[in-house]
């Protein structure tokens, strides 16, 4: 079996946000690989975030980027208690969903948010779009997926996250969450350029 540092097992841990001897569990059951066990530490911590999305987040900051003077964003970011809200990490995560806000001017925080009558116009574009050979019983999800995909850069958490395209910003707030174990909602959102009006 491969030596493991001690080294190796904070570096999981800080990564990760788990304990030290999950840290430690998980470098053994990799054999050593770095990587692998990052992988399952971080598949574990979101799966224990997911269980804490139903948490109330009552404290939390505002927080606000100005862009060259041109763009502003300006967003309320929610957690469970004011211990996590006043940390440096939770202020960082906060100015980098207001950078995403100034950056990609997404019009949603979540899908829910979508009216109504904008859902059912982009319901009816994706069926027209259909060829009408999909299978009966996959029918009602490739329509979710279209209508999904008709809106992923106008709602914050659906869009790809700046800093790093391979995870949206749902899945960077699901890390912050499973780093902190506390729940973590963007609550609103506004972005304001100059010599632009609603």
Do not use: W
Request: glycine share 6%.
């Amino acid at each position: 079996m491969a030596e493991i540092s001690i080294e190796s097992i904070k570096k999981l841990k800080e990564l990760s946000g788990v304990g030290l001897t999950d840290a430690k569990q998980a470098l053994v059951e990799a054999n050593g690989d770095f990587d692998e066990a990052l992988k399952a530490m971080r598949k574990k911590g979101l799966t224990k975030a997911e269980k804490r999305g139903d948490r109330e987040t009552r404290e939390g900051i505002v927080d606000a980027y100005v862009h060259d003077g041109r763009i502003a964003a300006i967003i309320e970011l929610n957690c469970e208690t004011s211990f996590v809200a006043k940390t440096d990490e939770f202020k960082d995560l906060a100015h980098k969903i207001a950078m995403q806000v100034a950056s990609m001017n997404p019009m949603y925080v979540t899908e829910a948010e979508i009216p109504e009558e904008q859902l059912a116009e982009a319901r009816k574009e994706a069926e027209a779009s259909l060829s009408g050979k999909e299978p009966a019983d996959k029918k009602e999800a490739i329509l979710n997926a279209k209508v999904s995909k008709a809106f992923a850069d106008k709602v914050l958490m659906s869009q790809a996250y700046i800093f790093d395209d391979k995870m949206t910003v749902a899945d960077f707030i699901k890390e912050a969450i499973a780093k902190t174990g506390e729940n973590i909602s963007v609550r609103q959102f506004k972005r304001i350029e100059l010599g632009v009006t609603e």
